[in-house]
T-cell receptor
């Protein structure tokens, strides 16, 4: 069975500071990995995805994530946070790109 | 281009009532799915469909029915609502091929009293 753990329920970061969101997964084979973002009252939007190849993937809005097989992790990073990055972030894993298991999410608050 | 449209956005039901959450997409996507979102639990897959006439169960299918008679529509039916089905429901679709991106609707908030 596949599962995702996002250890941080809530993170507060200052505008302009760096951000890292943790994601650990459990899956028996090479996983498909995703990060989605949800703004209040909205559906989810894909930030980035990893299927194979280069373990450092670039996404939209200046986000990147690194796949580390040895640590079963897929952490999301952004060098400099903007106030518009305040949202809830979900890591997801699956055997393909549609039967996904989502983590519980990390809420990011950006302070001025 | 409307994308994925869900109706209604809000609904209150009494225990035992039935209702249907509607989902329509205008992107000619083959794959459609329903998720429920509960606090502290992320999104959980209820049912999905890989094309018209084909549906399958996800992680939490009990208490829900689906059908896929057209490519555009994928309704979710609650036959006898229970308080445990109080949740926010999201419909998502994906296009043909290997894009890897699910397109989500804005959600339907259901409260069962």
């Amino acid at each position: 069975a596949q599962s995702v753990t996002q250890p941080d329920i809530h993170i507060t970061v200052s505008e302009g500071a760096s951000l890292e969101l943790r994601c650990n997964y459990s899956y028996g084979a090479t996983p498909y990995l995703f990060w989605y973002v949800q703004s209040p009252g909205q559906g989810l939007q894909l930030l980035l995805k990893y299927f194979s190849g280069d373990t450092l993937v670039q996404g939209i809005k200046g986000f990147e994530a690194e796949f580390k097989r040895s640590q079963s992790s897929f952490n999301l990073r952004k060098p400099s946070v903007h106030w518009s990055d305040a949202a809830e972030y979900f890591c997801a894993v699956g055997p393909n790109d549609y039967k996904l298991s989502f983590g519980a999410g990390t809420t990011v608050t950006v302070r001025a | 281009n409307a994308g994925v449209t869900q109706t209604p956005k809000f609904q209150v039901l009494k225990t035992g009532q039935s209702m249907t959450l509607q989902c329509a997409q205008d992107m000619n996507h083959e794959y459609m799915s329903w998720y429920r979102q509960d606090p502290g639990m992320g999104l959980r897959l209820i049912h999905y469909s890989v094309g018209a006439g084909i549906t399958d169960q996800g992680e939490v299918p009990n208490g829900y029915n689906v059908s896929r008679s057209t490519t555009e529509d994928f309704p979710l039916r609650l036959l006898s609502a229970a308080p445990s089905q109080t949740s926010v429901y999201f419909c998502a679709s994906r296009n043909r091929g290997f894009s890897g991106e699910l397109f989500f609707g804005e959600g339907s908030r259901l409260t069962v009293l």
